[in-house]
């Protein structure tokens, strides 16, 4: 089992930038992957970015340029920088981990509301 706990939501304004984090505990052996996903009211999760074990980020087009996923191995934590933020970023983030047998856990996610 992995447990994920993610901090860092809250309001910004628009342009601002935040900075997400996913501390991880339980079985980290198993993880195979770890990512940030976002999940609009009456939509389904959307895909942001992974980082792989070895470090290998992907991003989704949407935030390719703007948003920043990095890994912390001492702390067993993920990052997500968000830069140049839109009224249209607000959502509940998720932090996502993936086992080698492809089992997703999931945080309870936090909220981020770009408004002015």
């Known amino acids: 089992q992995v447990q994920l706990v993610e901090s860092g939501g809250g309001l910004v304004q628009p342009g601002g930038s935040l900075r997400l984090s996913c501390a991880a505990s339980g079985s980290l052996f198993s993880i195979a992957a770890m990512g940030w996903y976002r999940q609009f009211p009456g939509n389904q999760r959307e895909l942001l970015a992974t980082?792989?074990?070895?470090?290998?980020?992907y991003y989704a087009d949407s935030v390719k340029g703007r948003f920043t996923i990095s890994r912390d191995n001492a702390k067993n934590t993920v990052y997500l920088q968000m830069n140049s933020l839109k009224p249209e970023d607000t959502a509940v983030y998720y932090c996502?981990?993936?086992?080698?047998?492809?089992?997703?856990?999931w945080g309870k996610g936090t909220l981020v509301t770009v408004s002015s």
């Open positions: 996502n981990a993936q086992d080698t047998l492809l089992r997703d856990y």
């Open positions: 980082i792989s074990s070895l470090g290998s980020p």
